[in-house]
């Protein structure tokens, strides 16, 4: 049983690694959509570039080759082909995934972190670095004890000798 099982080994292996070798064969293009004009297909490609990958989050549908980014290629085209306009495809989208599938969400207050959080976020950390340096500019440096600076002539001293003995 088991000597039946070792044999597998090597056809699992290689059914894996054509797996893996080939299955990028089947990647989406955009060739697959068809419209009568070339306007048409212009304006799906623009519309597409528009609208974020879910699956991804930092791809286009136009350059992701994510199954979900396929299925929501097919559904723009389907609703273009219906002849709905792009505000209401983008409509649909986002009533049915929410702003994340806009590249530009609109600013407004479930939006503001998202736009204004990198700004609020430089602002308090320049305030930081300037409050920083400025106390240290205001704090005198203290001078060393009697009992540091015989410890650091000790050590420079003892630094100066192993120096000449590697001479």
């Not at 205001?138 to 420079?156: H, Y």
């Amino acid at each position: 049983m088991i000597h039946h099982r070792v044999r597998n080994i090597p056809l699992c292996l290689v059914l894996l690694a054509g797996t893996l070798a080939f299955g990028n064969l089947s990647a989406y293009t955009l060739e697959e959509f068809k419209f009568e004009t070339p306007g048409q297909h212009e304006a799906f490609r623009d519309l597409i570039a528009k609208l974020r990958c879910l699956v991804c989050q930092n791809e286009s549908l136009a350059g992701s080759q994510a199954g979900v980014a396929q299925d929501l290629r097919e559904e723009v085209y389907r609703m273009m082909l219906e002849g709905q306009s792009d505000e209401e495809i983008v409509t649909f989208l986002v009533d049915r995934y929410g702003d994340f599938v806009l590249y530009e969400p609109p600013i407004k207050p479930s939006t503001y972190l998202l736009w204004f959080g990198p700004f609020i976020f430089l602002g308090v950390a320049g305030y930081m670095l300037f409050r920083t340096l400025g106390r240290k500019k205001d704090e005198p440096e203290e001078d060393l004890t009697e009992a540091e600076r015989t410890r650091l002539q000790r050590l420079l001293a003892a630094d100066g000798d192993n120096q000449d003995k590697l001479k």
